[in-house]
């Protein structure tokens, strides 16, 4: 299912491009159309996937509303920042783009591709992997469009929480103290640091106690999110009460390790994760995670194809709302069981 999408989404290069002969970023009067390239991270990321379909449903959408062509062209850097920078150079230089999307592989190196934007006066909206403040001011054609990593670690705690202040049976061995395990996502990457922090940050807030029986990196990966967990559970078995994985995909591995363990429901831990990708909330909708927090991939790609066609096509960005600068930050909204029925 996420290969095919993969598959539907390289294969997209959208739509015709007509584009009026013109140069990247040439203004013209009249614009009949424009070329988005779009450079991500991995494509078989399956939160990338997921919003790159959305933005790619919309912006036939936006074409025909705004009764021009725009066609897209996207490029899989499959987790190398060499190749994403060459990626984007191609871009450029074959004049494919009127606008870049960079999801960057490396966000403290985006340097290489504001370079080269900059050159051919190309703006940049960076989404999903957000590069650090004093590179997005280097240039004022530089976009970031994501979400607020605290909020999503703060949704996750106080899905967490409610879990166990609701349920004191989720405390196994009675103690009053939560034994968890934390899975993160890629080093370095502003996600996995502030959602660790900020989701067991909460729990203690809400004054539980808490003792971390373990934290390891997953890489947002569902397979090794599997391995690692199988290892926890031979480790710890029924002393996990609560697993927070910084986004869905790990916490599904964590659910096919307890699964592949043939262990029962009642018998594991309270699982939350972050996404709400399709098969995250169906676990949720199935009761295999407690909770989970929305990544508003909707509305990412709609902020994202409203800036293009505010900087491509009208050439005026004075509708768009920045949460602040050039910063574009969409709510995140905590799904909890009651939200699936
Ligand atoms: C998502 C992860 C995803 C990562 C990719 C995060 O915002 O929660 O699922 O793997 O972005 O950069």
Partial sequence: MMKLNAKIILGLVAAVTLVLGTGCGKKEEQIKGIKIGVS???????????????????ITEEANKQGI???VETEDSEGSQAKQ???VQRLIEQKA????????VDRTNPTAIIDAAQQHDIPVIFFNRELVEGDLERWNKLYYVGADARQSGIYEGELAAEAFLENP???????????YVMFEGEAGHQDSIVRTETS???????KLKVDKLSSVIANWNRAQASSKMSTLIEEFGDEIELVLANNDDMA???IDAYNSAHIMNSKRPVIVGIDGTNDGKNAVKAGDMYGTVYNDKEGQAK???DLITALAVKKDTSEIQFTNGRYIRLPYVKISQQDMH
């Fill in 169 to 179: 049976s989720y405390d196994k061995n009675g103690d009053g103290v939560i034994q």
């Fill in 40 to 58: 991500l991270y991995d494509a078989h990321d399956t939160f990338i996937a997921e919003l790159m379909n959305e933005f790619n449903n919309d």
């Fill in 85 to 87: 920078n060459s990626a």
């Fill in 200 to 206: 067991v940050g909460t729990l203690m807030e809400k």
């Fill in 303 to 305: 902020a994202m194809i």
């Fill in 252 to 254: 599904l591995g964590v």
């Fill in 97 to 104: 783009c009127d606008i870049l999307c960079v999801n960057l």
């Fill in 69 to 71: 062509t725009i066609s």
